[in-house]
C-alpha cells in the first residue's frame, strides 16, 4: 500500500499521538465486561480527517443509541442537581427513567439483545479483545461498544498497539484515538457503573 500524503491534519495527529505515548505510561486494561462489540479496519487517514458517525451507515441503530446515551447523560447531571433540592421529586423522576429504559429495551433495543457478546477489558485509555482476525500494530480501526444491559452506546477510533495469537485467535490490544470529551465523559459512566456493580456484587 502506497504512502499516504502527510497532511496538516496527519501532522497534527501525529503529534497527538506522540504526546499520547510519553504522557500515559499506565496500565491500560482495568476492567472486564461483557458488551456488543464491532470492529472495522479504517486507513490512517479516515482516522484523522473523518468522524465515527461517518461510518456507521450500515448500522443505523448506532445513531439512535448515541443519542439515548447523550439523553441518559444529561438527564442523569440533571437529576444530581434535583436530589439535594427536592428529594421526593428525584425519586419519582427516577422511576420514571427506569420505566423509559425497561420501554425502550422491550421495543427499539430487543433485535439487539441476540446479537453476539465480546468480553473486552476496558479503561479511559483504550481497549482489549479477542478478534479471529489479525491486525497490524498502529493500524486504525472504528470501535463500536454497545454496553448492557443498558444499551449505552460509544463510537470511537482506535489505534492498534499490539495483535498476538491466542488459540483460534488473536488478543488485540488499542488505544482509543481521537476520542471525543462527551465519549469519555459517557466511558468514565460506564466504568464507574461497572465498578459499584462489583463492589455491590463483592459485599
Given at each position: 500500500?502506497?504512502?499516504?500524503?502527510?497532511?496538516?491534519?496527519?501532522?497534527?495527529?501525529d503529534?497527538?499521538?506522540?504526546?499520547?505515548?510519553?504522557?500515559?505510561?499506565?496500565?491500560?486494561f482495568?476492567?472486564?465486561?461483557?458488551?456488543?462489540l464491532?470492529?472495522?479496519?479504517i486507513?490512517?487517514?479516515?482516522?484523522?480527517?473523518?468522524?465515527?458517525?461517518?461510518?456507521?451507515?450500515?448500522?443505523?441503530?448506532?445513531?439512535?443509541?448515541?443519542?439515548?446515551?447523550?439523553?441518559?447523560?444529561?438527564?442523569?447531571?440533571?437529576?444530581?442537581?434535583?436530589?439535594?433540592?427536592?428529594?421526593?421529586?428525584?425519586?419519582?423522576?427516577?422511576?420514571?427513567?427506569?420505566?423509559?429504559?425497561?420501554?425502550?429495551?422491550?421495543?427499539?433495543?430487543?433485535?439487539?439483545?441476540?446479537?453476539?457478546?465480546?468480553?473486552?477489558?476496558?479503561?479511559?485509555?483504550?481497549?482489549?479483545?479477542?478478534?479471529?482476525?489479525?491486525f497490524?500494530?498502529?493500524?486504525?480501526?472504528?470501535?463500536?461498544?454497545?454496553?448492557l444491559?443498558?444499551?449505552?452506546?460509544?463510537?470511537?477510533?482506535?489505534?492498534?498497539?499490539?495483535?498476538e495469537?491466542?488459540?483460534?485467535?488473536?488478543?488485540?490490544?488499542?488505544?482509543?484515538?481521537?476520542?471525543?470529551?462527551?465519549?469519555?465523559?459517557?466511558?468514565?459512566?460506564?466504568?464507574?457503573?461497572?465498578?459499584?456493580?462489583?463492589?455491590?456484587?463483592?459485599?
Open positions: 500500500m502506497p504512502n499516504e500524503p502527510l497532511t496538516a491534519a496527519s501532522a497534527k495527529g503529534a497527538q499521538l506522540a504526546r499520547e505515548a510519553t504522557a500515559d505510561k499506565r496500565e491500560f482495568r476492567l472486564d465486561r461483557d458488551v456488543i464491532d470492529v472495522s479496519p486507513s490512517r487517514h479516515q482516522a484523522l480527517t473523518d468522524t465515527p458517525a461517518e461510518h456507521l451507515v450500515d448500522k443505523p441503530y448506532m445513531p439512535v443509541l448515541e443519542a439515548f446515551s447523550a439523553l441518559d447523560s444529561q438527564w442523569r447531571s440533571a437529576l444530581a442537581q434535583i436530589q439535594p433540592l427536592a428529594p421526593d421529586t428525584h425519586h419519582a423522576l427516577t422511576l420514571l427513567n427506569a420505566k423509559l429504559d425497561l420501554l425502550a429495551k422491550q421495543s427499539v433495543f430487543e433485535s439487539l439483545q441476540q446479537m453476539p457478546k465480546t468480553r473486552i477489558s476496558l479503561s479511559l485509555d483504550g481497549i482489549a479483545f479477542k478478534h479471529p482476525k489479525y497490524y500494530k498502529d493500524s486504525y480501526l472504528l470501535l463500536s461498544l454497545i454496553f444491559p443498558h444499551f449505552a452506546s460509544i463510537a470511537t477510533f482506535g489505534q492498534i498497539v499490539r495483535c495469537p491466542r488459540d483460534t485467535g488473536f488478543n488485540v490490544a488499542a488505544r482509543f484515538f481521537r476520542l471525543t470529551a462527551d465519549c469519555q465523559s459517557r466511558l468514565s459512566a460506564e466504568i464507574t457503573r461497572a465498578q459499584q456493580a462489583a463492589s455491590n456484587a463483592s459485599v
